[in-house]
């Protein structure tokens, strides 16, 4: 039986944007600072609300489809960690079993176990770059950070195994355990997991066990696919060539270059109904769900890290479980309290560049979503884009 969060008609979000003046304020300001368009999706006590703002394209007048299609980026590694501990669940894997006893070929350090993937306490290198508190960083592969490079390389594909032997290739960044580091390598060696121990690939297995449960229709685990179905916004990426600035639609390019560390497809609908589900118990039971959501301690400002989710203080004794994603000029929002009395979902395309010049306003945006929605508008700390 198919679980569906939000039912109501979509020619009906106009009128629900009346109801709700502080959540169009909110997306109008968010444009403003310079992200095209943005979507919005919430469910609390007040009843449902969905309403856009801003730009599907460039230059054009037509906002973003509510529940269009978007590259949700690093909100995938909710799905893979919930992935991973149902097996857990099924006893085919221990949280604590040691990575090398199931992937012996790659060689990692014995001491790295699968809660560490998931926590991003391991310490292996991430492979689209790792950044130091001096300031310095060391290059993996051209990621969205290296401008024409990654442009002219967005339809490579690379083999996951590609991945993970460049980052185990690499000086860790700490010992096992010992500290708190996001690298996307956890989620590709997650995804190499699930592969090796249950013999299907990470798209039939996310099938099996979360999109046809829930009746995900919106969602795909594409690997290697570089269409993105429609309805959907576009996604730009700016960039220097030859002393010129370049601006191209990268609405389609082949996600394998970020594998299971963010390249699934999903819509806010879908969101809204997956971490509804996840939070309300109907995909782990209550043992596992408990770990996922324990924190540990993260170098961000009221924010801990459990398995595969954020866990954010919101600054007035409530916590918010999320985890957000952006990957080229896509991004996606996705937000629950505990108990799923209240859920955020949204999508947002901008134009992208290797400087990153999107992430204070994208941070700022996410905030001030979280502020209006889970504290009536109270500012609160800087929360995680995830």
């Not at 109008?28 to 992200?35: A, L, P, T």
């Not at 039971?285 to 954010?312: D, H, K, N, S, W």
């Given at each position: 039986?198919?679980?569906?969060?939000?039912?109501?008609?979509?020619?009906?979000?106009?009128?629900?944007?009346?109801?709700?003046?502080?959540?169009?304020?909110?997306?109008?300001?968010?444009?403003?600072?310079?992200?095209?368009?943005?979507?919005?999706?919430?469910?609390?006590?007040?009843?449902?609300?969905?309403?856009?703002?801003?730009?599907?394209?460039?230059?054009?007048?037509?906002?973003?489809?509510?529940?269009?299609?978007?590259?949700?980026?690093?909100?995938?590694?909710?799905?893979?960690?919930?992935?991973?501990?149902?097996l857990?669940?099924?006893?085919?894997?221990?949280?604590?079993?040691?990575?090398?006893?199931?992937?012996?070929?790659?060689?990692?350090?014995?001491?790295i176990?699968?809660?560490?993937?998931?926590?991003?306490?391991?310490?292996?290198?991430?492979?689209?770059?790792?950044?130091y508190?001096?300031?310095t960083?060391?290059?993996?592969?051209?990621?969205?950070?290296?401008?024409?490079?990654?442009?002219?390389?967005?339809?490579?594909?690379?083999?996951p195994?590609?991945?993970?032997?460049?980052?185990?290739?690499?000086?860790?960044?700490?010992?096992?355990?010992?500290?708190?580091?996001?690298?996307?390598?956890?989620?590709?060696?997650?995804?190499?997991?699930?592969?090796?121990?249950?013999?299907?690939?990470?798209?039939?297995?996310?099938?099996?066990?979360?999109?046809?449960?829930?009746?995900?229709?919106?969602?795909?685990?594409?690997?290697?696919?570089?269409?993105i179905?429609?309805?959907?916004?576009?996604?730009?990426?700016?960039?220097?060539?030859?002393?010129?600035?370049?601006?191209?639609?990268?609405?389609?390019?082949?996600?394998?270059?970020?594998?299971?560390?963010?390249?699934?497809?999903?819509?806010?609908?879908?969101?809204?109904?997956?971490?509804?589900?996840l939070?309300?118990?109907?995909?782990?039971?209550?043992?596992?769900?408990?770990?996922?959501?324990?924190?540990?301690?993260?170098?961000?400002?009221?924010?801990?890290?459990?398995?595969?989710?954020?866990?954010?203080?919101?600054?007035?004794?409530?916590?918010?479980?999320?985890?957000?994603?952006?990957?080229?000029?896509?991004?996606?929002?996705?937000?629950?309290?505990?108990?799923?009395?209240?859920?955020?979902?949204?999508?947002?395309n901008?134009?992208?560049?290797?400087a990153?010049?999107?992430?204070?306003?994208?941070?700022?945006?996410?905030?001030?979503?979280?502020?209006?929605?889970?504290?009536?508008?109270?500012?609160?700390?800087?929360?995680?884009?995830?």
């Open positions: 039986m198919s679980i569906s969060l939000f039912d109501r008609d979509e020619n009906a979000s106009d009128a629900a944007d009346q109801g709700r003046p502080e959540l169009r304020k909110a997306l109008e300001e968010i444009v403003g600072s310079g992200i095209t368009g943005v979507t919005l999706r919430v469910r609390d006590e007040r009843g449902e609300w969905a309403g856009s703002a801003g730009a599907s394209r460039l230059g054009e007048a037509a906002k973003p489809p509510l529940d269009g299609h978007v590259r949700i980026g690093s909100s995938t590694k909710t799905f893979v960690a919930t992935l991973v501990l149902q857990v669940a099924e006893g085919r894997i221990g949280l604590d079993d040691p990575v090398a006893d199931h992937l012996p070929g790659f060689g990692p350090d014995r001491r176990t699968v809660r560490m993937l998931l926590q991003h306490t391991s310490g292996i290198f991430n492979f689209t770059g790792e950044y508190e001096d300031g960083m060391v290059p993996g592969i051209p990621a969205t950070t290296a401008g024409k490079e990654w442009v002219d390389n967005r339809f490579r594909t690379y083999a195994e590609e991945l993970v032997r460049l980052a185990l290739s690499r000086p860790a960044r700490f010992e096992p355990g010992t500290d708190w580091s996001y690298s996307n390598t956890n989620y590709v060696l997650a995804r190499l997991l699930i592969e090796q121990v249950t013999g299907r690939s990470i798209t039939e297995e996310a099938r099996r066990l979360i999109l046809e449960p829930l009746g995900l229709s919106g969602t795909v685990v594409p690997t290697t696919q570089t269409e179905a429609e309805p959907h916004a576009h996604a730009y990426y700016r960039y220097e060539d030859g002393g010129e600035e370049r601006t191209v639609d990268v609405t389609e390019l082949n996600p394998s270059w970020i594998s299971s560390g963010g390249d699934m497809i999903s819509t806010s609908r879908d969101l809204g109904t997956f971490v509804s589900a939070v309300g118990g109907r995909l782990l039971p209550a043992g596992l769900l408990a770990e996922m959501c324990a924190p540990r301690p993260t170098p961000i400002p009221g924010t801990g890290y459990g398995l595969g989710v954020f866990v954010q203080d919101t600054g007035d004794g409530g916590i918010v479980i999320n985890h957000n994603g952006g990957a080229a000029g896509h991004a996606a929002l996705m937000y629950a309290t505990p108990d799923g009395s209240r859920i955020m979902t949204g999508t947002l901008y134009v992208d560049d290797a990153l010049s999107l992430a204070v306003p994208f941070q700022q945006a996410t905030q001030r979503l979280v502020d209006e929605v889970f504290r009536g508008g109270e500012a609160g700390p800087a929360g995680a884009a995830g």
